[in-house]
Structure formats: C-alpha cells, structure tokens
C-alpha cells in the first residue's frame, strides 16, 4: 500500500491534481497489468465546493473506487468522516490518494487520522499556485508548510506546483511559478517532485519543465461566480 495525501490552500488545484494523479496510477497500474486497486479518499470535508466527489462518475469508470462523506456531513458544524474512510486506511491491497482541505481545520483531521496513518508509505504533498495570494512568494510558501505541518503532525515530502490563472493561464505564468517552486525546494529540502498543467498546454512546455509533468483535464467545475 502507498499512501498520497494531497493538500493546498483554496485555489491551489488540490482537488484537480487527486483526481488526474488517481486516473493517471489508475492508467499505469493497468499498462502495466498490475492488479493493484487504486482508491480516491475525499476527506476535505470544510471546503465541499470543489470536491473530488464531483468527479465519481469518471473515476469509477476507471476502476477507482471513491470514499468521501456525504453533503449533509460535509457542511455539518463538526464534520465526521465515515466508517468507510477509516476501513480504506487499512486496505492492503489499494494504493491510495488522498483529498485533504488545505487550512488548519483541514490538517487538524488529518492529523486525528495519525494512528491510522503510522508505519504505513505515505508521500505527503502541498500544492502551490503561486498566484495565489498565501503563497506568491517564497516567504508565504514557507509559512504554509510550517504551519499546516505542525496542524496535521505529518511532514511534507513533496512539492506540487500548479501556478494557474484557470483559463487564462499561459505558459509564462508557469515558468514563472516553476523558478519559484525550485527556489523553495532548495531551501526547504522539499523537493519538487510534479508540475501541474493543462493538456491544451502540453506543446508549450515541452523542454521547460525538468522534473514530472502531470498533465490534466477539467473535472472539476467551479461554482458560478468563483
């Protein structure tokens, strides 16, 4: 079992990024004939606007089984995840991606699940759009990691980056963001270990990019006015 939690402030792209990363270990698991299950575990229980559940349809047709809670739980005052999120922590035979809300109340339920987590492979990441405004530089970027770190007990492992202006995002803006996710990477030792973007922008970035590049589809569709 390997375990990918996937963590970032509001407009980071988190939830985007869980479900192409769910699809593309689901792609490769399958080119590979591998009989290892991949499952997406939806635990952004205080931000459900844009939540990996929306995408169900898509993932369980690709044999990726989706644990999330229900609307009534996510908007509830004390947020509960289900039964079903805690037996998928113990699944031996699922490789796991993890949704989680990126500010302190988010990390706080990440870091209640630490007795379900320990001893198991976990790859914890923070997603980074730098034209947001917490994390446009690298000072902001540090105090992120600091902070949801020390909420959720859990270090991070890797960087995302995923600077994006949603449909007006240009390749510049994604070098742009790149220089800066490697200047944070050196002096964090984190290490940047994927570039988000588009496929519509795929032709652009060839050459640019030097680490992995995941490139994505829409899934998720923001509410009218956001």
Known sequence: MDIHIITGHLGSGKTEIAVNF????????????????????DIDVINPYFAAREARNILESQGIQVAAPSIHTTTAALPVLP????????????????DVGGDSAGARILGSLCGHLRGKPLHVYCVVNT????????????????????????????????????????????CAGQELLEQAARETGVPLVLTAAMKNLAKDLEGRIANDVLLMEQYIKPPYGM
């Open 22 to 41: 769910a699809l593309r270990l689901a792609a490769r698991a399958k080119h590979a004939n591998s009989s290892a299950a991949v499952a997406l575990v």
């Open 131 to 174: 034209k947001r405004p917490f994390t446009r530089d690298y000072h902001g970027i540090l105090e992120y990691l600091t902070s949801i770190g020390a909420a959720s007990r859990l270090a991070f492992t890797g960087l995302i980056h995923n600077t994006h202006l949603l449909h007006e995002t240009s390749v510049e803006d994604i």
């Open 83 to 98: 039964k079903e999120v805690y037996q998928m922590l113990h699944r031996e035979d699922y490789t796991l991606v993890l």
